[in-house]
Structures are given as C-alpha cells and as structure tokens.
C-alpha cells in the first residue's frame, strides 16, 4: 500500500481528525435535514407545475447533498491535515483492480435490483419521485442527480471516513467506524436497509483499500442506485420511458 510511504501524521492528528468527523456529521445532516424540509419545499417549489414539485425537489436535495458531503469534508481536511490526507482520499487510479471490482460487484447488485424492484416495500421508497409520466429528460435529470449525490456521499464514507482512519488507525478499526456510520445513516429509510448497508458497506470499504482510491466504490454504489430505482419503477409499471 503507498500508505507506508508517507510519513504518519502528528500526534495532533486525534483532534483533527474530530474536527473532520464533526464536519462530515455536519454535511450528512445538512442534507438529511433539508431533504425532509417540508417548509424548504413549500417555499421555493410550490410554484412550479404541481406534479413536478416532488421531483425538481429531490434532484435539489440529491444535487446539494452531494455538493455538501464533498465540499464540506474536503475543506476541513484541507485545513486539518494538509496535502498527506488529501492524496488518501483521492487516491490513485489502478483501472485493472477498479473494473475488476466494478464488474464483480456491480453486475451482481444490478441482478438483486431486479429481484428486488418486485418487493412492494422497495417500490413504495424508489423511485423517490412517483411521477405519472417519465420521459428521457426528466430521467435521465434524476439519474444525475442520484450521481453527483454519490460522489459526493463516497468522497465522504470511503475517502474521508475510511481511508484516513485506515491509514491512521488501522484497517479493523476504520472498517468498524465506517461501517456503523453508514449503517446509522441508512435508518431513516428503515431498519431493512440498515441492515443491508453493513454487507454491502463491508465490500465498498474492501473495494476501496484494494484499489487505493474512491473511483470503483463511486462507480458501484452509481450503478446500484440506478438500477434499483429504475427496476423498481419498471415492476411498478411494466413498460420503459415513453
């Protein structure tokens, strides 16, 4: 791993890293908080076209989110730890082992999505849009939506919250932080997903310290979220875009 070329961190990494944990819970909840604003959503999307006001409102909260999760640990990071952890969370890029990773794990998520886009529990939460009519523009808007969100959510959990703390403290204890943080950050779609984050949390987290870097993490979580909110709209509807 290149982390035994770089010179460890000072013993004031301890409090900089608390700073930069206090700050990531501070992104997460920013978005989490605005995403379920009923009064935001009132305020500045009411005027628009009635049964668009769900939509222009989730590709917001999922564009900001990701802007928030990326920006705000980056920045924190910057001023707390300098270059050294910068170069950890952008990591490098080893294409072989990521489209290895990409395929294994990505190709056999996007076959669960299908199977699990006919549970009624799962097509009641995805899409989070329930519009009557989907046509390319409005999907393919909510595609990039849940992208750039991703990005940013994966700068956060597998950059910031694992590879940092991996090299500082340790694989196990790093996996065990990131690891109940995204657990905790799934209960509020329900204990379920919860549940299922713990797994699939573990294979990012592997992903990520095989490859040295948050690009195949990014990609696979992208793809699992593509495909299991277009599968559950698809069991829910049985036909593609008009």
């Known amino acids: 791993m290149k982390f035994n070329d770089i010179p460890k961190f000072s013993s004031e990494a301890d409090a900089y890293f608390d700073i930069v944990l206090l700050v990531c819970c501070i992104a997460f909840m920013l978005y989490w908080f605005l995403s379920i604003s009923s009064k935001i959503k009132a305020t500045y999307f009411m005027g628009k076209n009635a ?3 769900d939509y222009h409102f989730v590709v917001f909260t999922k564009i900001f989110g990701g802007f928030v999760m990326a920006i705000l640990p980056l920045t924190a990071i910057y001023f707390c730890m300098y270059d050294v952890a910068m170069s950890l969370v952008v990591g ?38 329930k519009l009557k009519f989907w046509d390319k523009e409005r999907g393919l808007k909510y595609a990039f939506s849940w992208m750039v969100y991703l990005v940013g959510y994966e700068i956060m959990f597998r950059g910031v919250l694992f590879l940092i703390p991996a090299y500082y403290f340790g694989f196990w204890l790093a ?19 919860a549940v299922v984050a713990l797994p699939i949390g573990f294979l990012l987290c592997l992903a990520t310290w095989q490859t040295e870097g948050i690009y195949a993490a990014c990609v696979i979580h992208i793809l699992m979220a593509w495909s299991g909110n277009y599968f559950a709209w698809f069991h829910q509807n049985k036909r593609g875009f008009v």
Do not use: R
């Open 92 to 129: 490098e890029w080893h294409w072989k082992e990521t489209m290895t990773w990409i395929l294994a794990m990505g190709i056999p998520l996007m076959i669960a999505s299908y199977f699990s886009g006919k549970n009624p529990n799962v097509q009641m939460k995805y899409p989070e849009v």
């Open 175 to 193: 996996l065990g932080l990131n690891l109940a943080l995204y657990s905790i950050s799934h209960i509020p779609k329900g204990a379920d997903e």
């Open 51 to 53: 049964e668009m006001v």
